[in-house]
Protein backbone atom coordinates (compact mmCIF):
# COMPACT_ATOMS: atom_id res chain seq x y z
CA UNK A 1 0.00 0.00 0.00
CA UNK A 2 1.16 3.14 -1.03
CA UNK A 3 0.61 6.82 0.25
CA UNK A 4 -0.24 7.68 -3.96
CA UNK A 5 -3.02 5.04 -4.02
CA UNK A 6 -3.69 6.39 -0.35
CA UNK A 7 -4.53 9.43 -1.30
CA UNK A 8 -7.23 8.34 -3.56
CA UNK A 9 -9.29 7.91 -1.21
CA UNK A 10 -8.96 3.59 -1.39
CA UNK A 11 -6.01 1.02 -1.43
CA UNK A 12 -4.97 -0.27 -4.62
CA UNK A 13 -7.13 -3.28 -4.73
CA UNK A 14 -9.84 -1.10 -5.41
CA UNK A 15 -9.91 2.98 -6.09
CA UNK A 16 -12.49 5.09 -5.05
CA UNK A 17 -13.32 6.41 -8.63
CA UNK A 18 -13.09 2.72 -9.96
CA UNK A 19 -15.67 1.90 -7.64
CA UNK A 20 -17.89 4.49 -8.64
CA UNK A 21 -17.30 3.58 -12.63
CA UNK A 22 -18.31 0.31 -10.93
CA UNK A 23 -21.76 1.38 -9.89
CA UNK A 24 -22.70 3.84 -12.32
CA UNK A 25 -21.72 0.80 -14.68
CA UNK A 26 -24.33 -1.54 -12.53
CA UNK A 27 -26.75 1.16 -12.33
CA UNK A 28 -26.96 2.31 -16.40
CA UNK A 29 -25.28 -1.35 -17.76
CA UNK A 30 -24.11 0.43 -20.91
CA UNK A 31 -21.92 3.62 -21.27
CA UNK A 32 -18.81 4.75 -23.07
CA UNK A 33 -15.56 6.00 -22.51
CA UNK A 34 -16.31 9.48 -23.75
CA UNK A 35 -19.36 9.45 -21.26
CA UNK A 36 -17.36 7.90 -18.28
CA UNK A 37 -14.36 10.73 -19.11
CA UNK A 38 -16.78 13.85 -19.10
CA UNK A 39 -18.67 12.08 -16.04
CA UNK A 40 -15.52 11.61 -13.77
CA UNK A 41 -13.43 14.77 -15.21
CA UNK A 42 -10.66 12.52 -16.28
CA UNK A 43 -9.08 11.53 -19.72
CA UNK A 44 -9.94 9.00 -22.24
CA UNK A 45 -6.92 7.42 -21.33
CA UNK A 46 -7.65 7.44 -17.49
CA UNK A 47 -10.72 5.16 -18.01
CA UNK A 48 -9.23 2.95 -20.19
CA UNK A 49 -6.90 1.89 -17.58
CA UNK A 50 -9.77 2.07 -15.10
CA UNK A 51 -11.87 -0.23 -16.91
CA UNK A 52 -8.54 -2.89 -17.10
CA UNK A 53 -8.39 -2.41 -13.21
CA UNK A 54 -11.78 -3.22 -12.83
CA UNK A 55 -11.44 -6.23 -15.49
CA UNK A 56 -8.62 -7.68 -13.15
CA UNK A 57 -10.42 -7.75 -10.66
CA UNK A 58 -12.97 -10.36 -12.67
CA UNK A 59 -15.66 -7.99 -13.10
CA UNK A 60 -17.46 -9.13 -16.27
CA UNK A 61 -17.07 -5.53 -18.47
CA UNK A 62 -16.78 -5.78 -21.91
CA UNK A 63 -15.14 -3.60 -24.57
CA UNK A 64 -17.30 -3.36 -27.91
CA UNK A 65 -15.77 -1.40 -31.13
CA UNK A 66 -18.35 -0.08 -33.72
CA UNK A 67 -21.65 1.46 -34.12
CA UNK A 68 -23.50 0.09 -31.20
CA UNK A 69 -19.78 -0.10 -29.24
CA UNK A 70 -19.34 1.03 -26.11
CA UNK A 71 -18.75 -0.05 -22.13
CA UNK A 72 -21.01 -3.12 -21.03
CA UNK A 73 -21.53 -4.81 -17.89
CA UNK A 74 -23.46 -8.41 -17.90
CA UNK A 75 -27.01 -7.43 -16.96
CA UNK A 76 -26.93 -10.27 -13.91
CA UNK A 77 -23.72 -8.93 -12.33
CA UNK A 78 -24.10 -7.89 -8.96
CA UNK A 79 -21.89 -6.53 -6.10
CA UNK A 80 -20.71 -10.08 -4.63
CA UNK A 81 -19.43 -10.33 -0.98
CA UNK A 82 -16.25 -12.00 -2.89
CA UNK A 83 -15.16 -9.01 -4.68
CA UNK A 84 -13.12 -7.83 -1.06
CA UNK A 85 -11.50 -10.23 1.27
CA UNK A 86 -11.89 -9.81 4.98
CA UNK A 87 -7.96 -8.71 4.47
CA UNK A 88 -8.93 -6.22 1.74
CA UNK A 89 -12.14 -5.00 3.72
CA UNK A 90 -9.60 -4.28 6.84
CA UNK A 91 -7.07 -2.43 4.73
CA UNK A 92 -8.87 -0.21 3.22
CA UNK A 93 -10.68 1.29 6.72
CA UNK A 94 -6.49 1.33 8.14
CA UNK A 95 -6.10 3.21 4.90
CA UNK A 96 -9.33 5.35 5.01
CA UNK A 97 -8.66 6.35 8.89
CA UNK A 98 -4.73 7.22 8.06
CA UNK A 99 -5.60 9.45 5.39
CA UNK A 100 -8.27 11.35 7.56
CA UNK A 101 -5.76 11.64 10.30
CA UNK A 102 -3.42 13.79 8.68
CA UNK A 103 -6.25 15.75 5.76
CA UNK A 104 -8.58 18.26 6.42
CA UNK A 105 -10.77 16.84 4.10
CA UNK A 106 -12.75 13.57 4.84
CA UNK A 107 -13.44 10.34 2.88
CA UNK A 108 -13.44 7.72 5.13
CA UNK A 109 -17.49 7.58 5.69
CA UNK A 110 -18.26 8.10 2.24
CA UNK A 111 -16.34 4.98 0.65
CA UNK A 112 -16.79 3.47 4.50
CA UNK A 113 -20.77 3.57 2.85
CA UNK A 114 -20.27 2.13 -0.30
CA UNK A 115 -18.22 -0.69 1.05
CA UNK A 116 -21.45 -1.37 3.42
CA UNK A 117 -23.48 -2.36 -0.09
CA UNK A 118 -20.54 -6.19 0.12
CA UNK A 119 -20.34 -6.58 3.52
CA UNK A 120 -22.32 -4.05 5.91
CA UNK A 121 -21.72 -6.07 9.14
CA UNK A 122 -18.22 -6.68 8.79
CA UNK A 123 -17.42 -2.99 7.30
CA UNK A 124 -18.76 -1.75 10.85
CA UNK A 125 -16.74 -4.08 12.72
CA UNK A 126 -13.51 -3.04 10.94
CA UNK A 127 -14.38 0.72 11.18
CA UNK A 128 -15.26 -0.15 15.63
CA UNK A 129 -11.80 -1.67 15.46
CA UNK A 130 -9.78 1.42 13.40
CA UNK A 131 -11.87 4.34 15.50
CA UNK A 132 -11.27 2.29 18.79
CA UNK A 133 -7.55 0.97 17.91
CA UNK A 134 -5.84 2.32 15.59
CA UNK A 135 -4.98 6.19 16.18
CA UNK A 136 -2.67 7.78 13.97
CA UNK A 137 -1.17 11.43 15.35
CA UNK A 138 2.35 11.92 13.29
CA UNK A 139 2.03 15.68 11.83
CA UNK A 140 1.61 18.86 13.90
CA UNK A 141 -1.23 20.22 11.28
CA UNK A 142 -3.59 18.21 9.23
CA UNK A 143 -3.15 18.74 5.44
CA UNK A 144 -5.65 20.34 3.10
CA UNK A 145 -5.82 17.81 0.18
CA UNK A 146 -8.39 20.02 -1.77
CA UNK A 147 -6.44 23.06 -2.35
CA UNK A 148 -5.52 23.72 -6.15
CA UNK A 149 -2.00 22.39 -5.90
CA UNK A 150 -3.25 19.22 -4.44
CA UNK A 151 -5.77 19.10 -7.06
CA UNK A 152 -3.42 19.95 -10.21
CA UNK A 153 -0.61 17.25 -8.70
CA UNK A 154 -3.62 14.46 -7.97
CA UNK A 155 -4.95 14.93 -11.85
CA UNK A 156 -0.68 14.77 -13.27
CA UNK A 157 -0.16 11.53 -11.25
CA UNK A 158 -3.12 9.69 -12.29
CA UNK A 159 -2.74 11.45 -15.81
CA UNK A 160 0.51 11.24 -16.19
CA UNK A 161 1.24 15.24 -17.33
CA UNK A 162 4.28 17.18 -16.07
CA UNK A 163 3.37 20.40 -13.82
CA UNK A 164 4.96 23.55 -13.79
CA UNK A 165 5.16 24.44 -9.72
CA UNK A 166 6.82 27.60 -8.00
CA UNK A 167 8.65 26.89 -5.29
CA UNK A 168 10.38 29.89 -3.30
CA UNK A 169 11.75 31.45 -6.51
CA UNK A 170 12.10 28.70 -8.66
CA UNK A 171 10.01 27.64 -11.02
CA UNK A 172 10.41 23.69 -12.06
CA UNK A 173 8.64 21.47 -14.95
CA UNK A 174 8.30 18.36 -13.04
CA UNK A 175 6.80 14.95 -13.79
CA UNK A 176 5.20 13.92 -10.16
CA UNK A 177 5.89 10.14 -9.48
CA UNK A 178 4.17 9.87 -5.62
CA UNK A 179 3.39 11.86 -2.66
CA UNK A 180 5.82 10.41 0.52
CA UNK A 181 4.07 10.85 4.12
CA UNK A 182 7.13 11.66 6.58
CA UNK A 183 6.84 12.45 10.38
CA UNK A 184 7.44 16.15 9.47
CA UNK A 185 5.27 16.55 6.78
CA UNK A 186 3.93 15.54 3.55
CA UNK A 187 6.12 15.70 -0.08
CA UNK A 188 6.19 14.76 -3.59
CA UNK A 189 8.82 12.56 -5.18
CA UNK A 190 9.48 13.79 -8.29
CA UNK A 191 11.58 14.48 -11.39
CA UNK A 192 13.47 17.59 -12.91
CA UNK A 193 16.38 16.81 -14.72
CA UNK A 194 17.01 14.43 -11.23
CA UNK A 195 14.98 12.95 -8.52
CA UNK A 196 13.35 15.40 -6.30
CA UNK A 197 11.74 15.34 -2.65
CA UNK A 198 9.50 18.62 -2.39
CA UNK A 199 7.72 19.59 0.65
CA UNK A 200 4.69 19.76 -0.56
CA UNK A 201 3.94 23.24 1.60
CA UNK A 202 6.36 24.81 0.29
CA UNK A 203 5.00 24.29 -3.33
CA UNK A 204 3.26 27.62 -3.97
CA UNK A 205 1.76 27.50 -7.21
CA UNK A 206 0.40 24.69 -9.85
CA UNK A 207 -0.23 24.39 -13.30
CA UNK A 208 -0.79 21.07 -15.36
CA UNK A 209 0.88 20.95 -18.69
CA UNK A 210 -0.39 19.42 -21.68
CA UNK A 211 2.90 17.12 -21.98
CA UNK A 212 2.59 13.79 -21.06
CA UNK A 213 5.34 11.50 -19.29
CA UNK A 214 6.07 7.80 -18.94
CA UNK A 215 6.41 6.45 -15.60
CA UNK A 216 9.26 4.92 -16.17
CA UNK A 217 10.97 6.10 -12.80
CA UNK A 218 12.98 4.84 -10.12
CA UNK A 219 10.49 4.18 -7.29
CA UNK A 220 10.88 6.06 -3.92
CA UNK A 221 11.47 2.84 -2.15
CA UNK A 222 14.31 2.17 -4.48
CA UNK A 223 16.11 5.49 -4.62
CA UNK A 224 19.06 4.99 -2.32
CA UNK A 225 20.45 8.57 -3.81
CA UNK A 226 17.36 10.61 -2.51
Known amino acids: MNIRTLLK ?3 SMIRNRQMEILLHLLKVKHTTHRELATLFEVSIKTIQR ?23 IEESYKLSRSLLTN ?11 MYD ?9 QVMKKLALIAPELVYLYEQDA ?3 F ?21 SLDEEYYVNITIARDKLKIAPISYVLRSDGLYLYAFHEEYLL ?10 LTNEEYSRNFISYRENKSI
Open 101 to 109: AFSTTKHKD
Open 87 to 97: EDLQSITIALT
Open 131 to 133: TDY
Open 135 to 155: IVDILPEKIDMTNTVFTILNK
Open 50 to 72: DIDALSTLGIPITCKQGKYGGIY
Open 198 to 207: LKTSDIISAE
Open 9 to 11: GVP
